[in-house]
């Protein structure tokens, strides 16, 4: 009974949840402070609404019934929480009414959301007889969350390292066509892999992807995208259940299951001449949009005791990686050319689920007084602008309720109908006005400085003048020097550090040129004691 509601729930987010408000403090390179709150209205007036209502939750009211009461008007439930994506977390905190909840296991969530597809899938009217428990064991595996050995395994050969020893992987990649998916499953299933079995595994896997595509950006370990990588976790959870060995014949037989879901989903999509052929086809795309999500982003489900005739408040509190570059479109990357360059990159991406309620507020902000806002942006999982820019004369179209940008906080606000369940904000982060004129001044002053002895002793020498001395050395020495060794100064914040690293290191190159001419000059005797 309890998975029943909890999928139920899940289907009909914003019909339970009056309003879901998300905070993210900007603070560090590392990290990023998220608060998430979530006002629940009371369940039996959700229960009690009438059905064909945006309120509803079909059978909701008669599962709510059977659940035993405690005296303090509560009952034991398992909630769908927060959608979160499958980066490194910190510090994750999940309360319900107050109190504390017991998050269940991760695979026990993959395992959910495994039968939300197939209930979609029934919705549909697709062809349910290809859900058997093996099909399920690999949607389970699939939106379990990503290994990081293959993240590592493909960065090795497809990320051009600063360090010369690590060139021969990609090299071995271009020349011999070595494939880091082969390598991955070849070193973590329990049976070796035949070339031809790989190839038509590669040709499902390439149709599958097309269809993920169409709904949400690329992503080498989105599982959804790329099925493969999710073999091995397959293979695990099979014999942890006593199932039995994974074999090719399986993984093919499966694969070939999921990209025909995928396929018959798909086709659904344009007839829309009837009311059922419109209903079917919204499910489908639901399933569609869905699974793709479930590649990048899991949902948190936690056992918890909550109120039935009154309202109550979920909360979540996490730390997660700030990323500076968007990898799953080239068209943001901070460079496309040079793949070390994404470490000065100044623009952060952030990912949050905005439909999940009736109503979404969104906040960005940073509390270093050092760095401002200089430009937000939001746009889709497809990576396309969400508004357009208002030429004049235009009309809006409506589809914001609120947006504010300033140099200390973005805010966005929506209860539009049928917006996009999950949006990527792009922040642009800049220092301040002051500390960036002091650093470009200090970059022309150091620059000047090192052309201004130069000339001086050169002068010296071609018109056998006394040129440049010890006095007019000091004159410019001390003063230069001692501006950029104060602006060179450790930060002591991690974000302002990377938004100067660019120029505090032109800067340091400037310094050591700069003292290097110095002694330089002083070695070649075009540095003279007196006038």
Not at 109 to 121: F, H, P, Q, V, W
Not at 381 to 389: D, H, L, S
Not at 421 to 442: G, H, M, P, Q, T
Request: with cysteine.
């Amino acid at each position: 009974m309890h998975k029943e509601i909890a999928l139920a729930l899940l289907r009909n987010l914003p019909a339970w949840r009056m309003r879901a408000i998300e905070r993210i403090e900007l603070s560090s390179a590392l990290w990023s402070k998220r608060e998430h709150e979530i006002h629940i209205k009371p369940l039996s007036e959700v229960a009690a609404v009438r059905p064909g209502h945006s309120d509803h939750v079909p059978e909701l009211y008669a599962k709510l019934t059977r659940l035993p009461k405690d005296s303090d008007g509560k009952v034991e439930l398992l909630l769908p929480i927060v959608e979160l994506p499958k980066v490194p977390l910190l510090d994750l905190h999940i309360t319900v009414d107050k109190e504390p909840v017991y998050r269940i296991p991760l695979d026990s969530g993959a395992r959910l959301e495994s039968e939300y597809i197939m209930n979609l899938a029934i919705e549909a009217a697709t062809d349910t007889t290809r859900f058997d428990s093996d099909l399920m064991d690999l949607l389970s595996a699939i939106f379990f969350l990503p290994t990081s050995q293959y993240d590592a395994l493909w960065k090795k050969y497809n990320h051009l390292s600063i360090d010369p020893r690590q060139w021969v992987h990609p090299l071995m990649k271009l020349i011999a066509r070595r494939d880091p998916l082969k390598i991955f499953l070849d070193a973590f299933l329990e049976f070796e892999v035949k070339e031809h079995i790989f190839n038509e595994w590669r040709e499902v896997s390439s149709a599958i992807r097309n269809y993920v595509l169409q709904e949400t950006m690329e992503d080498h370990l989105s599982g959804a995208e790329h099925p493969l990588i999710a073999l091995p976790q397959m293979a695990r959870e099979r014999r942890r259940l006593g199932k039995g060995e994974l074999d090719e014949q399986l993984c093919s037989r499966q694969l070939n299951s999921l990209c025909d879901l995928l396929r018959e989903s798909h086709s659904l999509l344009p007839h829309t001449e009837s009311e059922e052929a419109r209903s079917r086809a919204g499910a489908a795309s639901t399933l569609l949009s869905t699974y793709a999500a479930f590649g990048k982003r899991w949902t948190a489900f936690a056992r918890c005791r909550v109120p039935v005739d009154k309202p109550f408040i979920i909360t979540v509190r996490e730390k997660r990686s700030i990323y500076f570059q968007h990898g799953w479109n080239r068209e943001y990357r901070s460079s496309r050319l040079f793949p070390t360059a994404e470490h000065v990159g100044k623009t952060t991406w952030t990912t949050a689920a905005f439909a999940d309620a009736q109503t979404n507020h969104l906040s960005i902000y940073t509390t270093d007084t050092s760095v401002r806002l200089h430009n937000c942006e939001a746009v889709d999982t497809r990576g396309r602008v969400i508004e357009k820019r208002v030429k004049p004369g235009e009309k809006i179209n409506g589809e914001l309720d609120e947006e504010a940008k300033t140099f200390e906080l973005y805010m966005r606000h929506d209860s539009t109908p049928h917006r996009g369940k999950r949006i990527w904000v792009k922040c642009d982060l800049r220092l301040n006005r002051i500390s960036s004129l002091f650093l470009y001044l200090a970059m022309g002053i150091t620059a000047f400085g090192t052309f201004l002895l130069i000339w001086r002793a050169a002068e010296g020498k071609i018109s056998n003048t006394h040129g440049l001395t010890a006095k007019d050395a000091a004159v410019i020495l001390i003063p230069v020097a001692f501006v950029a060794s104060l602006l060179l100064a450790k930060d002591n914040s991690t974000l302002v550090m990377r938004l100067r690293k660019l120029r505090q290191s032109i800067l340091l190159i400037e310094l050591f040129m700069l003292l290097g001419t110095a002694f330089f000059l002083y070695v070649w005797h075009a540095i003279h004691s007196t006038a």
